[in-house]
């Protein structure tokens, strides 16, 4: 079997180290993929990006399945695009990804199916969302409409820091657009969790839960960042809130998914808040999340390929998903700066040193050499027989990594 595998995080490093375990899978083309899925097994990458060279690529090199890491090309109608020249992909149709890719047309989704969500409202004019500010309690969620690489929402815990925002989302555009529309949605006050999930449309299987460390500094400070670190299972996603997760939002999203006659067929991801008041939802993304994907897959015992042939053939219902024991802690290495202006171009050394496992994300191979070339560089991942554990060989690899600049945070598992 000849795999597509689309996108260049550690997410993808992560889908394609794990689909590579498959023995039918003879090659997975990584588009464009990085540093770390040039070296992997099975695996080689092409420099494609755009959907026409990905379609024309699938056709030419007669590939049996596609898988989409990232949101951009599923919000773009990717799937739809290969669905109409017959070719097998994995994801949802460009209106089932509304459910990412506009915040309002999710909220809109929550409200009408009854999954439990926070209050909130919808603008596409500056100055009245402002004026709506002046009526709201404190602290408030802003959220940008559309695509925002994981940094479009921000809690305001006044209303100068809100008009503010505000001006900065819709005024000064600095999300090129995804900002110019807006959700101002109440604040919850808990812990948040995430729970990855695979639907064929007719069933959602949920995997393990976990927990992303979204801000660049130790507890819990700075600003957001595409996350830090991530752990699973969850320790806050008790029997109690599971089940409250599955009754008020799982089974809620599934008849609304039904309902609309959504095409979907791919990864749900539900961004929950564990609050005193219940459970709620927070998002959906419509695509494993990052880094929970890589703390997530090193619990996942079940193969991922056979999953993802399950999910297109309808039949995950008879899919007996299984987990392995213990936990799993997963630590990213960032360039200095991040999530602000940062250099790259730095060697990388100790990946190949590791215990467990790297997950490289903004790395390049230059002459057999790793160099930095993103925000969030790499990943190291590891699975205990307990939180603690897991944690410890996920730090013990991480230190024996080394490029100018690194950053990572020091509280990662042990964070509220």
Request: hydrophobic share 35%; glycine share 10%; aromatic share 8%.
């Amino acid at each position: 079997m000849n795999i597509l595998l689309i996108g260049s995080g550690g997410r993808e490093h992560a889908l394609a180290w794990k689909m590579a375990q498959n023995s039918k899978v003879e090659k997975i083309y990584c588009a464009p993929g990085n540093g770390g899925t040039a070296k992997e097994d099975k695996c080689e990458n092409v420099n494609l990006n755009k959907i026409d060279e990905l379609l024309k690529f699938a056709k030419e090199n007669k590939i049996e399945l596609t898988v989409v890491g990232p949101e951009v090309p599923l919000v773009d109608g990717i799937v739809d695009e290969f669905k109409k020249e017959g070719l097998k992909i994995f994801g949802p149709s460009k209106y089932a990804a509304g459910l990412e890719g506009s915040k309002s047309f999710s909220k809109d989704f929550m409200k009408k199916y009854n999954v439990k969500t926070a209050e909130y409202a919808v603008f596409e004019n500056a100055e009245a969302s402002i004026d709506y500010l002046k009526t709201c309690s404190y602290p408030i969620v802003i959220k940008a409409d559309g695509l925002a690489a994981g940094k479009g929402v921000v809690i305001c815990e006044k209303y100068e820091e809100a008009e503010e925002t505000i001006k900065s989302f819709m005024v000064d555009d600095v999300f090129k657009g995804s900002g110019k529309k807006v959700v101002i949605e109440e604040f919850l006050r808990g812990v948040e969790a995430s729970i990855l999930s695979i639907t064929d449309g007719t069933t959602i299987l949920p995997f393990v839960s976990s927990k992303d460390h979204k801000q660049i500094f130790d507890d819990n400070k700075g600003p957001n960042t595409g996350g830090m670190g991530a752990i699973a299972p969850n320790p806050y996603c008790t029997k109690e809130v599971l089940e409250s997760f599955n009754e008020e939002i799982l089974k809620a999203t599934l008849h609304g998914i039904q309902e609309e006659k959504m095409d979907f067929t791919g990864i749900i991801f539900f961004g929950i808040m564990i609050t005193e008041k219940g459970v709620y939802l927070l998002e959906y993304n419509v695509r494993m999340g990052d880094p929970e994907t890589q703390a997530v897959l090193c619990l996942m015992e079940s193969d991922l390929v056979d999953l993802i042939e399950a999910a297109l053939s309808k039949k995950l219902t008879e899919f007996d998903l299984k987990w392995h024991d213990g936990n799993a802690c997963c630590v990213v290495a960032a360039s200095k700066g991040y999530p602000g202006k940062y250099p790259t171009g730095f060697e990388i050394t100790g990946i190949e040193d590791v215990d467990n496992k790297v997950f490289c994300a903004g790395v390049s191979l230059e002459n057999g050499v790793y160099k930095t070339n993103g925000g969030r560089v790499l990943c190291a991942s590891a699975r205990g027989n307990s939180l603690e554990e897991a944690i410890e060989k996920a730090y013990a690899d991480i230190n024996k990594v080394k490029f100018d600049g690194i950053y990572y945070r020091k509280d990662i598992g042990k964070a509220r």
